[in-house]
Every structure is written in structure tokens, then in C-alpha cells.
């Protein structure tokens, strides 16, 4: 394989570096941290119940931030990684293939063995071996269903303590005759106090920072 990828002539290899470019919004979104950032704090602002506030863009950028935070050293082991065989063969080609490794064994780490077992068993009549025989597009499907699990669990976690608060709100409410007054406009102003007050932000950022292993 590697010596195929050394052989591609100069304008495969360009070719094949403009279909990256063109996979990268795709690869940062659903191949890296950003997709379990950008699920849970959108379930968080869901929680709260504050439909335009923070911004979406707010929490994309935070998203953003934090996902290069967390994929940082990932990053540069496949630079480091990369840039090896491309400056003893000069093939873009095989450059990329040897730094995405890193990216596969992050990837590796934070997705469920069944889910990885469900995607090899579909295009592998044998089981690999090793770890190191599968390849990056049966970890990938794997590892994006492992992370909407992880990102949906979380999520769950974040969404009863509000609504825990919108039943006490509600109930009271009812208890009081005011039916008519929306309980979610109430609880509102009682969860903005109750998440500044344990640090909510602090919380679920270093969170979901320590969730990656």
C-alpha cells in the first residue's frame, strides 16, 4: 500500500490533496472533539431554556476554541508524523496517510469496542488482527456513533437538574392558582441564579475537557 501511494505521479497526488481540502469541514466537524462539544452545549442552552442566548455562533466559536485546546497535541504528532516521509519521498500522498495515524488512535480511544465491531464486521468477512490493521474509514462511522452516545448521555445529565427545577416552578404555580403564567418564564431567572451559583460554565467545560482520555 505504501509503496502504491509512493508511486502516484505528481498530479494524482495534487488531486488527492484538493479532496482532502475538501473533506477537511467534514473531518474537523465529525472526526475530532468538536462534535461532542458542539451537542452538549447545545443541550445545555436547550436546558436552560434561553432560546437566543448565547448566540449560536458563541457557542460554535467556544466549540472551536476548545476543540484545538483538546486536539492540540494530536495535531502536532501528525505534522511531526507527516513530515517525515514527505521529506524523504516527497509524496503528499503518503504524508497524509502516515499523519492520520494519530488521528485514528485518538479516534480509537474514545470510541465503544461494539460500535467498532458493528462497522468492521460489515466490510470484513475475518477480524483484523490488530488494532493497527483497521483503517481510519471503519474507525471513523464507529467513532462518530460512539460520540453521539457520549454526547446524548451528558446531555442527560445536564437536562435534569432544570428540569427538576421546572417541576418544582410548575407545582407551585398550581399550587398558587396561576395557571395562566407560563412556568418556564418563571424558572428561567431561578436556573441563570442556580448555574452561576455552582460555576455551571467552569463545570461543563472542564467537563467535557476531562471526558476525552
Known sequence: MEALLKDLSPVLQLLAVMALFAFM?????????????????????QAIGAQQIPPPMVLVGLSVILTFYTMGPVFQQMYEVGSKPYNESGSIVL??????????????KQTRENDLQFFITLVRKEPPQTL?????????????????KTSFEIGFVVFVPFIVLDIVVANVLLALGMMMLSPIIISLPFKLLLFIAVDGWGLIVDGLVGSFN
Open 25 to 45: 469541514p467534514f473531518m474537523f466537524v465529525c472526526m475530532t472533539s468538536f462534535m461532542r462539544f458542539a451537542i452538549v452545549l447545545g443541550f445545555l442552552k
Open 132 to 148: 493497527e490493521d483497521v483503517t481510519i474509514f471503519e474507525v471513523a462511522p464507529a467513532y462518530i456513533l460512539s460520540e453521539l
Open 95 to 108: 504524508a497524509i496517510s502516515e499523519g492520520s495515524k494519530p488521528l485514528k488512535e485518538f479516534m480509537l
